[in-house]
């Protein structure tokens, strides 16, 4: 009772059903009111219930997507050196991998010429001409992903346990999918 004189009158009367006193009301003339706001207040919490539902059901939405993105290296990048570090590669590691991050270089240097000469050939005055050359431009880019995505997966293959736990470890923090590693029977050169 003494929570409820410190509420405003009209707060203590509509959502306990009290006067000021304590005694409760059983007048037909407030009942109403009474079994109005109760109803009202159901249809209230149901309502921040649904909300929080709805806020809910992003979150597993948002995070299961977020899931879908692969957990890739970036081999032959700029990170390379914290690969290195961060994996603890051993000597054998550090030459294979050198040996892909040169195979990817001479492979995408193929690829950055081709872009190249579609940048300094194709038409790009107007709209139109943009989004052809913005077309023509997608499968050379996926190309280059591509064969980034064969290095890292190549790498990911010759983990050893720990070094692959960590990998792991990592790709869930990051919230991505970790890429299933080659072995040198499923090898193939990035094209």
């Given at each position: 009772?003494?929570?409820?004189?410190?509420?405003?009158?009209?707060?203590?009367?509509?959502?306990?059903?009290?006067?000021?006193?304590?005694?409760?009301?059983?007048?037909?003339?407030?009942?109403?009111?009474?079994?109005l706001?109760?109803?009202?207040?159901?249809?209230?919490?149901?309502?921040?219930?649904?909300?929080?539902?709805?806020?809910?059901?992003?979150?597993?939405?948002?995070?299961?997507?977020?899931?879908?993105?692969?957990?890739?290296?970036?081999?032959?990048?700029?990170?390379?050196?914290t690969?290195?570090?961060?994996?603890?590669?051993?000597?054998?590691?550090?030459?294979?991998?050198?040996?892909?991050?040169?195979?990817?270089?001479?492979?995408?240097?193929?690829?950055?010429?081709?872009?190249?000469?579609?940048?300094?050939k194709?038409?790009?005055?107007?709209?139109?001409?943009?989004?052809?050359?913005?077309?023509?431009?997608?499968?050379?880019?996926?190309?280059?992903?591509?064969?980034?995505?064969?290095?890292?997966q190549?790498?990911?293959?010759?983990?050893?346990?720990?070094?692959?736990?960590?990998?792991?470890?990592?790709?869930?923090?990051?919230?991505?999918?970790?890429?299933?590693?080659?072995?040198?029977?499923?090898?193939?050169?990035?094209?």
């Amino acid at each position: 009772m003494a929570i409820l004189k410190k509420l405003p009158y009209w707060v203590a009367f509509f959502v306990f059903g009290v006067k000021l006193t304590g005694s409760i009301i059983f007048d037909k003339e407030y009942s109403l009111y009474i079994s109005l706001f109760n109803k009202f207040l159901k249809g209230f919490v149901l309502m921040k219930l649904n909300n929080y539902c709805s806020i809910l059901l992003f979150f597993i939405f948002f995070t299961s997507v977020g899931q879908t993105v692969d957990c890739t290296l970036g081999i032959g990048g700029k990170d390379t050196e914290t690969i290195i570090k961060v994996f603890q590669l051993s000597e054998e590691q550090l030459v294979q991998m050198e040996g892909w991050i040169e195979e990817l270089n001479k492979s995408n240097e193929l690829i950055e010429e081709q872009i190249d000469v579609l940048l300094d050939k194709h038409p790009q005055s107007n709209e139109e001409e943009l989004q052809v050359l913005a077309e023509k431009f997608k499968p050379l880019r996926a190309q280059i992903i591509a064969n980034s995505r064969i290095c890292d997966q190549k790498l990911v293959g010759i983990l050893n346990e720990n070094q692959y736990q960590r990998y792991i470890s990592l790709c869930f923090e990051a919230v991505r999918r970790p890429l299933k590693g080659l072995t040198s029977k499923e090898d193939s050169a990035p094209e």
